[in-house]
């Protein structure tokens, strides 16, 4: 062999050390993809509740270290990589309507003088649900079983009640929406023949803003951000790992749920990232850097530890994503700072219950809504 001709093959061998560097390079600063996944069957979501009505009128219900990134997925098998190891979700059946509670609504007797079909009450609801911005219930008194309920037909009701929602985050309810709400009890009372004993509206707007003034005082919704601490990560990565911590896919793009143990509760946290990731035609090409794990408070019950799941998850799957965890400052979430929201919270758990809106409740629900 000539000279010549060694110093050619030296010099393949170094050219082709350099391309192959520089594509391992390339893949290694480009997103982390998810592995892909053997072929799904039906991918498990977030259940989608229908909305309870009052006959045919709507109402408004209240990490196993740092996994490697994948030579070669498809943009197939991203789109799929949400549904390995998905638990099964079994779909949960309507939500029924919240029992109107004084404790935070602004109830109207109906009195009748005998009783009337659930056909025809419910043939005179009122056409809208809503007073402004708070929703509106009308139950009645089954003259059978003796328990109020939503008008259904085929029984017969020997009082009414309606109520509006005196508070939830929007605010207090004003004087505008608590005169549309009494116009409406009045109107519906009317054409059943009812007598309507609507509270002073004085009255009912300063319990509305003494309500919404606890509630202010005592929400909590705790976020922390899972940023990468290098590489992005494609959404079918990010959806992967996070399936195998419990969540499945939330109803609306850019979310991810971790569902409750009790069927019909809210989930007990959320993940969300940019939504428009989440439609991108080419998943692998669609990347995040930044999602927000979330725990809404007033919606679960402590003795279900929502605190310590939330914890646990942020770190699981920081470890997993090779994410940092940040408070919404931007700012380090150490242990020290997960202990002092512990120790708040216990504080916070003990006030909502000490008012009969414990946590987790139907009416605690509601009200932080």
Avoid: C
């Avoid at 196993?64 to 498809?74: E, F, H, L």
């Avoid at 099964?88 to 009783?115: E, N, Q, Y």
Wanted: net charge negative.
């Amino acid at each position: 062999m000539t000279l010549t001709v060694a110093l050619a093959i030296v010099g393949v061998l170094v050219l082709g050390a350099v391309v192959a560097h520089g594509v391992w390079s390339a893949r290694r600063a480009g997103p982390r993809l998810a592995d892909a996944p053997p072929p799904p069957a039906a991918e498990p979501r977030e259940p989608v509740l229908v909305e309870p009505t009052l006959g045919d009128v709507p109402l408004a219900a209240p990490a196993d270290g740092a996994a490697p990134a994948n030579a070669g997925p498809t943009a197939a098998g991203e789109r799929a990589a949400a549904a390995v190891d998905l638990p099964d979700v079994k779909p949960l059946a309507r939500r029924s309507l919240p029992k109107l509670d004084a404790l935070i609504d602004a109830i109207v007797p109906l009195t009748l003088d005998a009783p009337v079909a659930g056909e025809f009450a419910i043939g005179h609801l009122p056409a809208s649900h809503r007073a402004g911005s708070k929703p509106f219930f009308v139950e009645g008194l089954d003259a059978e079983t003796g328990e109020w309920e939503t008008p259904s037909h085929g029984r017969r009701y020997g009082e009414f009640q309606a109520g509006v929602q005196m508070a939830n985050r929007g605010g207090p309810i004003n004087e505008i929406e608590y005169s549309e709400f009494v116009q409406k009890v009045e109107a519906f009372a009317e054409a059943i023949g009812a007598r309507a004993e609507p509270p002073d509206m004085l009255d009912v707007v300063a319990r509305a803003r003494e309500l919404d003034a606890f509630a202010g005082a005592h929400d909590a919704q705790l976020a922390v951000h899972l940023v990468a601490q290098g590489a992005a990560w494609s959404v079918g990565f990010l959806a992967q790992h996070a399936a195998r911590r419990g969540f499945v896919p939330g109803a609306v793009p850019g979310r991810l749920v971790l569902p409750a143990a009790d069927e019909g509760a809210p989930p007990v946290l959320t993940l969300a990232f940019d939504p428009q990731a989440a439609l991108a035609d080419d998943p692998a090409q669609a990347v995040v850097s930044d999602v927000v794990l979330a725990l809404d408070v007033p919606q679960t019950a402590s003795s279900a530890e929502p605190f310590s799941q939330w914890q646990e998850a942020a770190r699981a799957l920081a470890a997993d994503l090779g994410a940092n965890l940040t408070d919404d400052a931007g700012q380090p979430l150490s242990l020290h700072a997960f202990a002092a929201i512990g120790k708040d919270l216990v504080a916070l758990y003990t006030a909502l219950e000490a008012r009969d809106l414990a946590a987790g409740s139907a009416a605690a629900r509601r009200l932080f809504s």
